[in-house]
T-cell receptor, first 111, second 112 residues
């Protein structure tokens, strides 16, 4: 079972920053936080991951709290194509691990 | 160029039949996976293979048999299909030691 908790749904206005929270209070020291999203009728897509430092790539930023018990995925300028279900997943650092998906957050970008 | 491809995209069949879903990746990855997404949208791992060797088998019925002829392919064969097998099946791949998985477009299986 998934060990992370996320709000079931969120709305965000187009062009604004979308901030998606995730709680992972039982995360262990060797586990990363990974974010994936699934756009309707497509396969999941990797977004970003981090261990304890904040991370940024061309898609998003990831802010991890100092105690590592929660994190926030930030889409800086949301577009309609960002409408999707976003999943926050704990993954150990051993590599080639299975992904245990929870129910995720359904993000709707509103024009 | 499609990184992870699956065929067919849709598969409709009768109970009791045997069917296969094919997956190919052109990313040069060593590890491939099969996930099942049921009608309630829960995504669950079924199998993973690393360089043709079975690594993960998540208590999937014996009717499901993955086959990896080479590290670029991981096919899923299902015997004696049941109504509960209706779902979307996703193939994925990752490089050696990585957890960034690349998913295929999915195969929607409907068992009547």
């Amino acid at each position: 079972d998934a060990k992370t908790t996320q709000p079931p749904s969120m709305d965000c206005a187009e062009g604004r920053a979308a901030n998606l929270p995730c709680n992972h209070s039982t995360i262990s020291g060797n586990e990363y936080v990974y974010w994936y999203r699934q756009i309707h009728s497509q396969g999941p897509q990797y977004i970003i991951h981090g261990l304890k430092n904040n991370e940024t790539n061309e898609m998003a930023s990831l802010i991890i709290t100092e105690d590592r018990k929660s994190s926030t995925l930030i889409l800086p300028h949301a577009t309609l194509r960002d409408t999707a279900v976003y999943y926050c997943i704990e993954v150990s650092n051993f590599g080639n691990e299975k992904l245990t998906f929870g129910t995720g957050t359904r993000l709707t970008i509103i024009p | 160029d499609t990184a992870v491809s699956q065929t067919p995209k849709y598969l409709v069949t009768q109970m009791g039949n045997d069917k296969s879903i094919k997956c190919e990746q052109n990313l040069g990855h060593d590890t491939m996976y099969w996930y099942k997404q049921d009608s309630k949208k829960f995504l669950k791992i079924m199998f993973s293979y690393n360089n043709k060797e079975l690594i993960i088998n998540e208590t999937v019925p014996n009717r499901f048999s993955p086959k990896s002829p080479d590290k670029a392919h991981l096919n899923l064969h299902i015997n004696s299909l049941e109504l509960g097998d209706s779902a979307v099946y996703f193939c994925a791949s990752s490089r050696r030691g990585g957890n960034e998985q690349f998913f295929g477009p999915g195969t929607r299986l409907t068992v009547l």
